[in-house]
Protein backbone atom coordinates (compact mmCIF):
# COMPACT_ATOMS: atom_id res chain seq x y z
CA UNK A 1 0.00 0.00 0.00
CA UNK A 2 1.82 3.20 -1.00
CA UNK A 3 1.94 6.48 0.93
CA UNK A 4 -0.45 8.29 -1.28
CA UNK A 5 -3.34 7.20 0.91
CA UNK A 6 -2.94 10.28 2.65
CA UNK A 7 -5.09 11.97 -0.21
CA UNK A 8 -8.59 12.67 1.42
CA UNK A 9 -10.73 10.38 -1.40
CA UNK A 10 -7.89 7.09 -0.38
CA UNK A 11 -9.19 7.77 3.13
CA UNK A 12 -13.12 7.42 2.05
CA UNK A 13 -12.07 4.23 0.31
CA UNK A 14 -10.63 2.76 3.28
CA UNK A 15 -13.72 3.66 5.17
CA UNK A 16 -16.21 2.17 2.21
CA UNK A 17 -14.00 -1.05 2.75
CA UNK A 18 -14.89 -0.89 6.74
CA UNK A 19 -12.85 -4.03 6.16
CA UNK A 20 -9.80 -5.28 8.10
CA UNK A 21 -7.60 -4.07 5.57
CA UNK A 22 -5.67 -2.67 8.39
CA UNK A 23 -1.93 -2.96 7.44
CA UNK A 24 -1.16 0.60 7.72
CA UNK A 25 -3.38 0.95 10.72
CA UNK A 26 -4.99 4.52 9.55
CA UNK A 27 -7.80 4.88 12.36
CA UNK A 28 -7.90 4.17 16.28
CA UNK A 29 -9.42 0.91 15.16
CA UNK A 30 -7.65 -0.13 11.78
CA UNK A 31 -10.64 0.90 10.01
CA UNK A 32 -14.20 2.93 10.89
CA UNK A 33 -15.87 -0.17 11.41
CA UNK A 34 -13.68 -0.97 14.42
CA UNK A 35 -12.81 -4.30 13.96
CA UNK A 36 -9.59 -4.17 15.44
CA UNK A 37 -8.48 -6.39 12.67
CA UNK A 38 -5.18 -6.81 9.96
CA UNK A 39 -4.72 -8.73 6.99
CA UNK A 40 -0.79 -8.69 8.05
CA UNK A 41 0.17 -12.42 8.11
CA UNK A 42 3.62 -12.34 8.31
CA UNK A 43 3.85 -13.14 11.88
CA UNK A 44 1.74 -16.46 12.46
CA UNK A 45 1.17 -19.19 15.25
CA UNK A 46 4.60 -21.01 13.85
CA UNK A 47 7.00 -18.04 14.03
CA UNK A 48 5.15 -15.82 17.11
CA UNK A 49 7.84 -17.62 18.99
CA UNK A 50 10.23 -15.41 17.70
CA UNK A 51 8.56 -12.47 17.92
CA UNK A 52 11.37 -9.44 19.75
CA UNK A 53 11.20 -6.10 20.64
CA UNK A 54 12.66 -3.84 17.85
CA UNK A 55 12.31 -0.63 19.58
CA UNK A 56 11.09 1.37 22.33
CA UNK A 57 9.73 4.79 23.54
CA UNK A 58 9.20 6.18 27.00
CA UNK A 59 6.26 8.42 26.41
CA UNK A 60 6.95 11.03 29.12
CA UNK A 61 4.70 10.03 31.68
CA UNK A 62 3.15 7.84 34.03
CA UNK A 63 -0.08 5.81 34.69
CA UNK A 64 -2.92 5.39 32.58
CA UNK A 65 -1.64 5.01 29.02
CA UNK A 66 -4.17 3.91 26.86
CA UNK A 67 -3.39 5.10 22.98
CA UNK A 68 -3.28 3.09 20.32
CA UNK A 69 -0.94 4.38 17.56
CA UNK A 70 -2.04 4.71 13.78
CA UNK A 71 0.25 4.64 10.62
CA UNK A 72 0.83 7.09 8.05
CA UNK A 73 2.99 6.33 5.30
CA UNK A 74 6.31 5.16 7.64
CA UNK A 75 5.40 7.84 10.43
CA UNK A 76 3.72 6.19 13.16
CA UNK A 77 1.97 8.23 15.89
CA UNK A 78 1.45 8.56 19.78
CA UNK A 79 0.12 9.85 22.39
CA UNK A 80 0.96 9.47 26.50
CA UNK A 81 -1.32 10.17 29.36
CA UNK A 82 -1.81 13.41 31.39
CA UNK A 83 -2.98 16.07 28.49
CA UNK A 84 -1.70 14.04 26.36
CA UNK A 85 1.56 15.49 27.76
CA UNK A 86 3.50 14.45 24.15
CA UNK A 87 2.14 13.34 20.94
CA UNK A 88 4.98 11.75 18.69
CA UNK A 89 6.00 11.05 15.58
CA UNK A 90 8.29 8.49 14.99
CA UNK A 91 10.06 7.17 12.36
CA UNK A 92 8.41 3.45 12.15
CA UNK A 93 11.25 1.31 11.51
CA UNK A 94 13.62 2.43 14.15
CA UNK A 95 11.65 4.45 16.53
CA UNK A 96 13.30 7.81 15.93
CA UNK A 97 11.59 10.56 17.23
CA UNK A 98 10.48 13.12 14.02
CA UNK A 99 8.70 15.71 16.08
CA UNK A 100 6.99 16.02 19.23
CA UNK A 101 4.08 18.11 20.95
CA UNK A 102 3.72 19.03 24.48
CA UNK A 103 0.65 21.47 24.78
CA UNK A 104 0.56 23.40 28.25
CA UNK A 105 -2.66 21.62 30.07
CA UNK A 106 -3.81 23.22 33.48
CA UNK A 107 -2.50 21.82 36.79
CA UNK A 108 -5.07 20.10 38.42
CA UNK A 109 -6.92 18.55 35.77
CA UNK A 110 -6.91 15.27 37.54
CA UNK A 111 -10.04 16.26 39.50
CA UNK A 112 -12.58 16.79 36.67
CA UNK A 113 -11.19 12.96 34.98
CA UNK A 114 -13.05 10.64 36.36
CA UNK A 115 -11.67 7.87 35.10
CA UNK A 116 -8.45 8.73 35.16
CA UNK A 117 -5.75 11.16 33.07
CA UNK A 118 -5.81 9.04 29.76
CA UNK A 119 -5.90 9.62 26.03
CA UNK A 120 -6.43 6.89 23.33
CA UNK A 121 -4.47 8.09 20.74
CA UNK A 122 -4.78 10.70 17.80
CA UNK A 123 -6.97 10.69 14.22
CA UNK A 124 -5.60 11.54 11.06
CA UNK A 125 -7.19 13.66 8.06
CA UNK A 126 -5.67 15.46 5.39
CA UNK A 127 -2.68 16.13 6.28
CA UNK A 128 -3.56 16.83 9.95
CA UNK A 129 -2.98 15.15 13.06
CA UNK A 130 -5.94 15.56 15.25
CA UNK A 131 -5.84 15.16 19.10
CA UNK A 132 -8.64 15.59 21.62
CA UNK A 133 -7.29 17.05 24.86
CA UNK A 134 -7.89 16.81 28.89
CA UNK A 135 -8.47 20.90 28.80
CA UNK A 136 -11.83 20.34 26.43
CA UNK A 137 -9.91 21.46 22.89
CA UNK A 138 -9.69 19.74 20.04
CA UNK A 139 -6.50 20.48 17.70
CA UNK A 140 -5.31 19.77 14.69
CA UNK A 141 -1.59 19.74 14.37
CA UNK A 142 0.93 19.35 10.55
CA UNK A 143 1.72 16.18 10.29
CA UNK A 144 4.94 16.62 8.80
CA UNK A 145 6.14 18.97 11.58
CA UNK A 146 3.57 19.20 14.71
CA UNK A 147 2.56 22.50 14.29
CA UNK A 148 -0.54 23.70 15.69
CA UNK A 149 -2.48 24.41 12.89
CA UNK A 150 -5.77 25.38 14.88
CA UNK A 151 -7.48 24.61 18.32
CA UNK A 152 -10.89 24.41 19.06
CA UNK A 153 -12.43 24.52 22.67
CA UNK A 154 -15.59 22.66 22.73
CA UNK A 155 -16.45 21.83 26.08
CA UNK A 156 -15.29 23.76 29.81
CA UNK A 157 -13.48 20.80 31.28
CA UNK A 158 -14.17 22.60 34.61
CA UNK A 159 -17.64 21.09 34.72
CA UNK A 160 -16.03 17.95 34.93
CA UNK A 161 -15.49 17.14 30.82
CA UNK A 162 -12.56 15.93 29.79
CA UNK A 163 -11.57 14.61 26.27
CA UNK A 164 -10.00 11.03 26.08
CA UNK A 165 -10.54 9.68 22.71
CA UNK A 166 -9.91 10.49 19.35
CA UNK A 167 -12.34 12.00 17.26
CA UNK A 168 -14.08 11.00 14.12
CA UNK A 169 -13.79 11.97 11.25
CA UNK A 170 -16.39 11.88 8.26
CA UNK A 171 -15.32 13.11 5.09
CA UNK A 172 -14.46 16.98 6.54
CA UNK A 173 -16.46 17.22 9.90
CA UNK A 174 -14.31 16.33 12.60
CA UNK A 175 -16.47 14.69 15.25
CA UNK A 176 -16.33 14.20 19.27
CA UNK A 177 -17.71 13.93 22.68
CA UNK A 178 -16.30 14.24 25.90
CA UNK A 179 -16.69 13.49 29.72
CA UNK A 180 -18.40 13.78 32.47
CA UNK A 181 -21.07 11.38 32.94
CA UNK A 182 -20.18 11.65 36.46
CA UNK A 183 -20.07 15.39 37.31
CA UNK A 184 -23.82 15.56 36.01
CA UNK A 185 -22.56 17.46 32.52
CA UNK A 186 -25.22 17.38 29.87
CA UNK A 187 -23.84 14.94 26.86
CA UNK A 188 -23.41 16.43 23.42
CA UNK A 189 -21.63 15.77 20.26
CA UNK A 190 -19.86 18.16 17.95
CA UNK A 191 -18.71 18.48 14.27
CA UNK A 192 -16.06 20.57 13.10
CA UNK A 193 -14.37 21.55 9.98
CA UNK A 194 -11.65 19.56 9.61
CA UNK A 195 -9.58 22.69 7.40
CA UNK A 196 -10.48 25.62 10.26
CA UNK A 197 -11.96 24.08 13.72
CA UNK A 198 -15.03 25.81 13.34
CA UNK A 199 -17.70 24.22 14.64
CA UNK A 200 -20.34 22.94 12.31
CA UNK A 201 -22.77 21.40 14.82
CA UNK A 202 -23.66 20.19 17.82
CA UNK A 203 -25.83 17.63 19.01
CA UNK A 204 -27.33 17.42 22.37
CA UNK A 205 -27.37 13.64 23.62
CA UNK A 206 -30.15 14.96 26.60
CA UNK A 207 -33.41 16.35 25.15
CA UNK A 208 -33.77 19.87 26.45
CA UNK A 209 -36.97 20.99 27.71
CA UNK A 210 -39.75 21.44 24.97
CA UNK A 211 -37.68 19.24 22.59
CA UNK A 212 -38.39 15.46 21.72
CA UNK A 213 -37.50 13.10 24.27
CA UNK A 214 -37.70 15.32 27.14
CA UNK A 215 -40.38 14.03 28.85
CA UNK A 216 -38.25 11.05 29.31
CA UNK A 217 -36.84 13.25 32.35
CA UNK A 218 -38.79 13.42 35.17
CA UNK A 219 -38.76 17.69 36.08
CA UNK A 220 -35.74 19.48 34.81
CA UNK A 221 -33.45 16.52 35.70
CA UNK A 222 -32.00 16.39 32.11
CA UNK A 223 -29.98 19.23 32.66
CA UNK A 224 -27.57 17.68 34.46
CA UNK A 225 -28.24 14.63 32.33
CA UNK A 226 -24.77 12.90 31.84
CA UNK A 227 -25.55 10.71 28.55
CA UNK A 228 -21.96 11.69 27.31
CA UNK A 229 -20.26 10.53 24.30
CA UNK A 230 -16.66 10.37 25.94
CA UNK A 231 -15.38 6.90 23.65
CA UNK A 232 -15.20 5.96 20.05
CA UNK A 233 -16.95 6.57 16.97
CA UNK A 234 -17.84 4.42 13.97
CA UNK A 235 -18.54 5.89 10.23
CA UNK A 236 -19.98 3.70 7.38
CA UNK A 237 -19.64 6.02 4.43
CA UNK A 238 -22.11 3.86 2.49
CA UNK A 239 -24.85 4.64 4.62
CA UNK A 240 -23.54 7.99 5.65
CA UNK A 241 -23.55 7.34 9.32
CA UNK A 242 -21.39 8.16 12.54
CA UNK A 243 -22.48 5.94 15.19
CA UNK A 244 -21.50 6.45 18.80
CA UNK A 245 -22.39 5.44 22.39
CA UNK A 246 -23.57 7.69 25.57
CA UNK A 247 -22.58 6.74 28.51
CA UNK A 248 -25.17 6.61 31.93
CA UNK A 249 -27.35 9.22 32.86
CA UNK A 250 -26.46 11.12 35.83
CA UNK A 251 -26.88 10.71 38.78
CA UNK A 252 -26.18 7.51 39.31
CA UNK A 253 -29.49 7.69 41.33
CA UNK A 254 -32.45 7.13 39.42
CA UNK A 255 -34.42 8.79 41.50
CA UNK A 256 -33.83 11.95 40.42
CA UNK A 257 -34.56 11.53 36.74
CA UNK A 258 -37.86 8.67 37.04
CA UNK A 259 -39.57 6.34 39.05
CA UNK A 260 -36.86 4.98 40.71
CA UNK A 261 -38.45 1.60 39.54
CA UNK A 262 -38.22 -1.35 37.07
CA UNK A 263 -41.73 0.05 36.25
CA UNK A 264 -39.91 3.24 34.38
CA UNK A 265 -43.18 4.56 32.83
CA UNK A 266 -42.38 7.25 30.61
CA UNK A 267 -38.78 7.87 32.03
CA UNK A 268 -36.51 6.08 30.14
CA UNK A 269 -34.11 8.69 30.50
CA UNK A 270 -33.45 9.31 26.24
CA UNK A 271 -30.81 9.15 25.07
CA UNK A 272 -28.79 7.73 27.90
CA UNK A 273 -27.19 4.38 27.68
CA UNK A 274 -27.52 3.83 24.00
CA UNK A 275 -26.40 3.80 20.75
CA UNK A 276 -27.19 7.08 17.95
CA UNK A 277 -26.81 6.94 14.54
CA UNK A 278 -26.52 10.99 13.01
CA UNK A 279 -25.62 12.42 9.89
CA UNK A 280 -22.29 13.64 10.11
CA UNK A 281 -23.10 16.49 7.89
CA UNK A 282 -25.80 18.14 9.92
CA UNK A 283 -25.35 16.63 13.55
CA UNK A 284 -29.11 15.14 13.18
CA UNK A 285 -30.09 11.97 14.77
CA UNK A 286 -31.00 9.47 12.11
CA UNK A 287 -31.91 6.59 15.01
CA UNK A 288 -30.95 5.83 18.45
CA UNK A 289 -31.36 2.34 20.15
CA UNK A 290 -30.98 2.49 24.14
CA UNK A 291 -29.49 -0.77 25.63
CA UNK A 292 -30.41 0.11 29.19
CA UNK A 293 -33.72 2.37 29.82
CA UNK A 294 -34.12 4.39 33.37
CA UNK A 295 -30.22 2.74 33.85
CA UNK A 296 -29.43 2.83 37.67
CA UNK A 297 -26.62 0.24 37.58
CA UNK A 298 -23.69 2.83 35.64
CA UNK A 299 -24.31 0.68 32.69
CA UNK A 300 -22.57 3.24 29.98
CA UNK A 301 -23.43 2.14 26.36
CA UNK A 302 -20.12 3.64 25.25
CA UNK A 303 -18.57 0.64 24.29
CA UNK A 304 -16.91 0.43 21.22
CA UNK A 305 -19.25 -0.41 17.90
CA UNK A 306 -18.10 -3.15 15.70
CA UNK A 307 -18.88 -3.51 11.85
CA UNK A 308 -19.35 -6.55 10.06
CA UNK A 309 -21.73 -8.41 7.78
CA UNK A 310 -23.58 -11.39 9.03
CA UNK A 311 -25.84 -13.95 8.06
CA UNK A 312 -29.62 -13.10 9.43
CA UNK A 313 -33.19 -14.87 7.93
CA UNK A 314 -31.54 -15.70 4.31
CA UNK A 315 -29.18 -12.54 3.81
CA UNK A 316 -26.38 -10.56 4.73
CA UNK A 317 -26.78 -7.78 7.09
CA UNK A 318 -24.47 -4.77 7.61
CA UNK A 319 -24.68 -4.83 11.53
CA UNK A 320 -23.20 -3.02 14.54
CA UNK A 321 -22.05 -5.66 17.49
CA UNK A 322 -21.69 -4.25 20.90
CA UNK A 323 -20.41 -6.36 24.10
CA UNK A 324 -22.51 -3.75 26.79
CA UNK A 325 -21.61 -3.60 30.47
CA UNK A 326 -24.76 -4.27 31.13
CA UNK A 327 -24.07 -8.30 30.37
CA UNK A 328 -25.92 -8.74 26.99
CA UNK A 329 -23.83 -9.31 23.52
CA UNK A 330 -26.29 -7.01 21.15
CA UNK A 331 -26.41 -7.32 17.03
CA UNK A 332 -27.96 -4.20 15.80
CA UNK A 333 -28.79 -3.26 11.61
CA UNK A 334 -27.10 -0.16 11.14
CA UNK A 335 -28.98 1.04 9.17
CA UNK A 336 -32.12 1.21 11.09
CA UNK A 337 -31.02 0.55 14.74
CA UNK A 338 -33.42 -2.52 14.68
CA UNK A 339 -32.45 -5.06 17.20
CA UNK A 340 -31.70 -8.62 15.64
CA UNK A 341 -30.50 -10.48 18.98
CA UNK A 342 -28.72 -9.92 22.27
CA UNK A 343 -27.62 -12.71 24.39
CA UNK A 344 -25.24 -13.07 27.75
CA UNK A 345 -21.87 -13.24 26.82
CA UNK A 346 -20.77 -13.41 30.19
CA UNK A 347 -21.68 -16.01 33.48
CA UNK A 348 -23.58 -14.80 36.05
CA UNK A 349 -25.61 -11.75 34.92
CA UNK A 350 -28.53 -11.55 36.94
CA UNK A 351 -30.00 -7.99 36.95
CA UNK A 352 -31.81 -9.33 34.21
CA UNK A 353 -32.69 -12.49 32.37
CA UNK A 354 -32.92 -11.37 28.88
CA UNK A 355 -34.04 -8.98 26.53
CA UNK A 356 -36.83 -8.93 25.07
CA UNK A 357 -36.87 -9.04 20.65
CA UNK A 358 -39.84 -7.55 20.39
CA UNK A 359 -39.60 -3.80 22.83
CA UNK A 360 -36.11 -4.37 22.75
CA UNK A 361 -35.68 -3.91 26.60
CA UNK A 362 -34.13 -6.12 28.96
CA UNK A 363 -36.37 -8.13 30.79
CA UNK A 364 -35.51 -6.76 34.82
CA UNK A 365 -35.48 -9.15 37.74
CA UNK A 366 -38.31 -9.06 39.66
CA UNK A 367 -39.86 -6.80 42.27
CA UNK A 368 -36.69 -4.36 41.91
CA UNK A 369 -34.53 -7.02 43.62
CA UNK A 370 -31.73 -5.96 41.66
CA UNK A 371 -32.38 -2.15 40.85
CA UNK A 372 -30.39 -0.18 43.46
CA UNK A 373 -33.17 2.62 44.57
CA UNK A 374 -33.21 5.44 47.03
CA UNK A 375 -32.50 3.97 50.55
CA UNK A 376 -33.15 0.65 48.64
CA UNK A 377 -30.12 -1.85 48.96
CA UNK A 378 -29.57 -4.09 45.77
CA UNK A 379 -27.06 -6.94 46.68
CA UNK A 380 -24.65 -9.22 44.61
CA UNK A 381 -25.54 -7.04 41.34
CA UNK A 382 -23.76 -8.65 38.52
CA UNK A 383 -22.20 -7.29 36.52
CA UNK A 384 -20.98 -4.32 38.59
CA UNK A 385 -20.74 -0.75 37.68
CA UNK A 386 -17.63 -1.24 35.72
CA UNK A 387 -18.94 -3.81 33.27
CA UNK A 388 -19.29 -7.42 31.99
CA UNK A 389 -16.49 -5.44 29.57
CA UNK A 390 -14.80 -2.17 29.73
CA UNK A 391 -13.60 0.48 27.67
CA UNK A 392 -11.10 -2.09 25.98
CA UNK A 393 -11.53 -2.61 22.93
CA UNK A 394 -12.62 -6.63 21.28
CA UNK A 395 -11.77 -7.36 18.02
CA UNK A 396 -13.67 -9.00 15.03
CA UNK A 397 -12.12 -11.54 13.27
CA UNK A 398 -13.78 -11.55 9.49
CA UNK A 399 -11.48 -14.91 8.65
CA UNK A 400 -12.66 -16.68 11.72
CA UNK A 401 -15.74 -14.98 11.82
CA UNK A 402 -15.22 -14.17 16.19
CA UNK A 403 -15.23 -11.64 18.29
CA UNK A 404 -12.60 -11.16 20.89
CA UNK A 405 -13.73 -9.81 24.28
CA UNK A 406 -11.69 -8.86 27.43
CA UNK A 407 -14.39 -9.84 30.09
CA UNK A 408 -15.28 -9.16 33.71
CA UNK A 409 -16.35 -11.31 36.25
CA UNK A 410 -17.05 -8.75 39.37
CA UNK A 411 -20.88 -8.01 41.09
CA UNK A 412 -21.46 -4.82 43.49
CA UNK A 413 -23.71 -3.60 46.18
CA UNK A 414 -25.74 -0.27 45.54
CA UNK A 415 -28.01 1.96 47.59
CA UNK A 416 -29.60 5.31 46.11
CA UNK A 417 -28.85 8.08 48.67
CA UNK A 418 -29.60 11.77 48.24
CA UNK A 419 -27.05 14.30 46.48
CA UNK A 420 -27.55 17.58 45.41
CA UNK A 421 -25.61 18.68 42.00
CA UNK A 422 -22.18 20.92 42.30
CA UNK A 423 -20.68 22.00 39.50
CA UNK A 424 -17.30 20.00 38.47
CA UNK A 425 -17.89 17.55 41.71
CA UNK A 426 -18.44 14.24 41.63
CA UNK A 427 -22.22 13.41 40.91
CA UNK A 428 -23.50 10.15 41.58
CA UNK A 429 -26.12 9.43 44.55
CA UNK A 430 -25.16 6.01 45.57
CA UNK A 431 -23.20 4.28 48.16
CA UNK A 432 -21.54 1.09 46.45
CA UNK A 433 -19.12 -1.83 46.87
CA UNK A 434 -17.92 -2.80 43.98
CA UNK A 435 -15.10 -5.64 45.50
CA UNK A 436 -17.56 -8.87 44.85
CA UNK A 437 -16.00 -11.28 42.66
CA UNK A 438 -17.90 -13.46 40.72
CA UNK A 439 -18.76 -16.98 40.59
CA UNK A 440 -16.18 -19.15 39.27
CA UNK A 441 -12.63 -18.44 41.00
CA UNK A 442 -11.87 -15.63 38.35
CA UNK A 443 -12.00 -11.89 37.64
CA UNK A 444 -12.08 -11.61 34.04
CA UNK A 445 -10.03 -12.73 31.17
CA UNK A 446 -10.24 -13.67 27.18
CA UNK A 447 -12.60 -15.02 25.35
CA UNK A 448 -13.83 -16.32 21.89
CA UNK A 449 -17.43 -15.47 20.68
CA UNK A 450 -19.47 -16.16 17.67
CA UNK A 451 -22.09 -12.97 17.51
CA UNK A 452 -24.30 -15.58 14.78
CA UNK A 453 -24.29 -18.35 17.26
CA UNK A 454 -24.36 -15.80 20.01
CA UNK A 455 -22.11 -18.63 22.32
CA UNK A 456 -18.77 -18.63 23.32
CA UNK A 457 -15.95 -20.64 21.60
CA UNK A 458 -13.05 -20.67 23.77
CA UNK A 459 -12.12 -18.76 27.13
CA UNK A 460 -9.12 -18.07 28.96
CA UNK A 461 -9.82 -17.46 32.00
CA UNK A 462 -7.90 -14.33 34.90
CA UNK A 463 -7.32 -14.27 38.00
CA UNK A 464 -7.11 -10.49 38.28
CA UNK A 465 -9.15 -7.88 35.68
CA UNK A 466 -8.89 -5.37 33.63
CA UNK A 467 -7.76 -7.09 30.89
CA UNK A 468 -6.21 -5.24 27.69
CA UNK A 469 -7.86 -4.51 24.39
CA UNK A 470 -7.67 -6.87 21.52
CA UNK A 471 -6.17 -7.38 18.56
CA UNK A 472 -6.35 -9.99 15.92
CA UNK A 473 -4.49 -11.01 12.55
CA UNK A 474 -4.29 -12.96 9.52
CA UNK A 475 -1.71 -14.64 10.81
CA UNK A 476 -3.85 -17.22 13.12
CA UNK A 477 -3.40 -15.03 16.18
CA UNK A 478 -4.98 -12.60 18.99
CA UNK A 479 -2.59 -9.85 20.87
CA UNK A 480 -3.56 -8.46 24.39
CA UNK A 481 -1.85 -7.70 27.84
CA UNK A 482 -3.42 -7.49 30.87
CA UNK A 483 -2.86 -5.25 34.80
CA UNK A 484 0.24 -7.42 35.42
CA UNK A 485 2.01 -6.18 31.85
CA UNK A 486 1.98 -9.54 30.54
CA UNK A 487 1.49 -9.28 26.49
CA UNK A 488 0.01 -12.26 24.68
CA UNK A 489 -0.01 -13.61 21.57
CA UNK A 490 -3.30 -16.54 21.03
CA UNK A 491 -3.90 -19.04 18.59
CA UNK A 492 -7.51 -17.12 17.36
CA UNK A 493 -9.16 -20.75 16.88
CA UNK A 494 -8.16 -22.33 19.85
CA UNK A 495 -6.95 -19.37 22.57
CA UNK A 496 -4.08 -21.31 23.53
CA UNK A 497 -1.11 -18.95 24.61
CA UNK A 498 1.86 -18.94 21.89
CA UNK A 499 4.26 -16.56 23.52
CA UNK A 500 4.40 -13.61 25.72
CA UNK A 501 6.56 -10.68 27.14
CA UNK A 502 6.35 -8.73 30.59
CA UNK A 503 6.30 -4.89 29.67
CA UNK A 504 6.89 -4.11 32.76
CA UNK A 505 3.47 -2.49 34.30
CA UNK A 506 0.19 -3.17 32.74
CA UNK A 507 -1.27 -2.93 29.80
CA UNK A 508 -5.24 -2.00 29.38
CA UNK A 509 -4.52 -0.41 25.90
CA UNK A 510 -5.32 -1.99 22.70
CA UNK A 511 -2.29 -2.84 20.21
CA UNK A 512 -2.00 -2.85 16.20
CA UNK A 513 -0.04 -4.19 13.83
CA UNK A 514 1.76 -2.10 10.51
CA UNK A 515 4.03 -3.78 7.51
CA UNK A 516 6.93 -1.65 5.96
CA UNK A 517 9.18 -3.04 3.40
CA UNK A 518 7.61 -5.81 3.67
CA UNK A 519 7.93 -6.70 7.45
CA UNK A 520 5.42 -6.84 10.09
CA UNK A 521 5.63 -5.03 13.37
CA UNK A 522 3.07 -5.14 16.19
CA UNK A 523 2.86 -2.24 19.23
CA UNK A 524 1.36 -1.92 22.13
CA UNK A 525 1.58 0.69 25.26
CA UNK A 526 1.50 -0.28 28.75
CA UNK A 527 1.22 2.36 32.09
CA UNK A 528 -1.37 0.79 34.57
CA UNK A 529 -4.23 2.84 35.80
CA UNK A 530 -4.42 4.91 39.09
CA UNK A 531 -7.74 6.23 38.90
CA UNK A 532 -9.90 3.03 38.45
CA UNK A 533 -8.30 1.08 41.52
CA UNK A 534 -9.51 3.57 44.17
CA UNK A 535 -13.49 2.74 43.40
CA UNK A 536 -12.54 -1.15 44.27
CA UNK A 537 -11.06 -1.28 47.85
CA UNK A 538 -9.48 -4.99 48.24
CA UNK A 539 -9.52 -5.31 44.93
CA UNK A 540 -7.69 -2.37 44.10
CA UNK A 541 -5.33 -2.54 46.13
CA UNK A 542 -4.82 -5.90 43.83
CA UNK A 543 -4.89 -3.84 40.98
CA UNK A 544 -1.86 -1.79 42.12
CA UNK A 545 0.36 -4.08 43.46
CA UNK A 546 0.08 -6.37 40.39
CA UNK A 547 2.32 -3.58 38.09
CA UNK A 548 4.27 -0.30 38.80
CA UNK A 549 2.94 2.55 36.90
CA UNK A 550 4.93 2.92 33.31
CA UNK A 551 4.63 4.84 30.14
CA UNK A 552 6.30 2.88 27.53
CA UNK A 553 5.35 2.12 23.74
CA UNK A 554 7.02 -0.90 22.76
CA UNK A 555 7.34 -2.37 18.77
CA UNK A 556 7.74 -6.20 17.65
CA UNK A 557 8.96 -7.58 15.06
CA UNK A 558 9.66 -11.11 13.82
CA UNK A 559 13.93 -11.88 15.38
Not at 233 to 250: E, H, I
Not at 353 to 359: N, R
Not at 486 to 509: P, V, Y
Request: charged residues 20%; contains cysteine; proline residues 5%.
Amino acid sequence: MNRTFLSAAFALAIGAACSAQAQNWPVYGGDTGNTRFSDAAQITTSNVKNLRVAWALQLGTLRSQESTPILVGDTLYVTSSFGPKNVFALNARTGEVRWRYSPDVPKGIDQYACCDVNNRGPAYHDGKLLVGRLDGYVVALDAKTGKELWETQVVDYKQGSVITSPPTVAKNVVITGFGGGEYGARGALIGLDAATGKELWRTHTVPAPGEEGSETWKGDSGKYGGAVAWHIGSYDPKLNLVYYGTSNPAPWSAVVRGNDSSDIGPYSNLYSSSVLALNPDTGRIQWHYQFTPHDAWDYDGVNELVFADLPFEGRNVPVLMQANRNGFFYVLDRANGKLLSAKQYVDGVNWASGIDLKTGRPIEAANNAKRPGLKRKASDVCPNLIGAKNWMPMSYDRRTGLVYIPTINLCMDMEGVQQDYKRGQMYLGVNFDLAKQGAGGYMGGVKAWDPVKQQAVWFNKDDLFYSGGMLSTAGGLAFHGDIKGWFRALDTKTGKELWKFNAGSGISAAPMTYTLDGKQYVAVVSGRTLSIPAFFGPLGEKMVEASPEGGTLFVFTLN
